[in-house]
């Protein structure tokens, strides 16, 4: 029988034991965890790459809208004038229809008016 237990490789000296330690594992543990958290985040921004890149070849690039900003300032100019005074609430928000089906009476009032 040797000195050397049964467990040890040929030809070496035995490993320390335990081969790890437990402050070992843990960090070893964590850097496997943080290269794998890295690989997914760079993959997850190479697949967003790759869909916006897709859309941009498939319609050209976007280029910006002017319309949103005129109709804005449209309904900005029409909410001041009402303010101010300068368009009656009342006949900015009456429809023709129902100016042309009160037209002949007004006229009428108004031709009462002329006569008196």
């Known amino acids: 029988m040797s ?3 049964p467990s040890t490789p040929p ?3 035995p490993p320390p034991y335990p081969p790890y330690d437990s402050k070992t594992q ?3 543990y964590r850097a496997q965890q943080r290269a794998a958290w890295k690989a997914q985040r760079d993959a997850w921004k190479a697949q967003s790459h790759a869909w ?3 859309y941009v070849s498939a319609y050209g ?3 910006p809208s002017v319309v949103g ?3 804005l300032i449209g309904i900005g100019i029409v ?3 009402v303010l101010s005074g300068r368009i009656g609430a009342g006949d900015f928000c009456r429809s023709p229809s129902e100016d042309r089906a009160q037209r002949p009476a007004r006229e009428a009032a108004i031709a009462g008016q002329a006569r008196v």
């Open 61 to 63: 690039p976007r280029v």
């Open 11 to 13: 030809g070496g000296t």
């Open 3 to 5: 000195s050397v237990p």
């Open 69 to 71: 900003p005129i109709i």
């Open 79 to 81: 909410a001041l004038l």
């Open 52 to 54: 916006k890149a897709s």
């Open 26 to 28: 843990w960090r070893v």
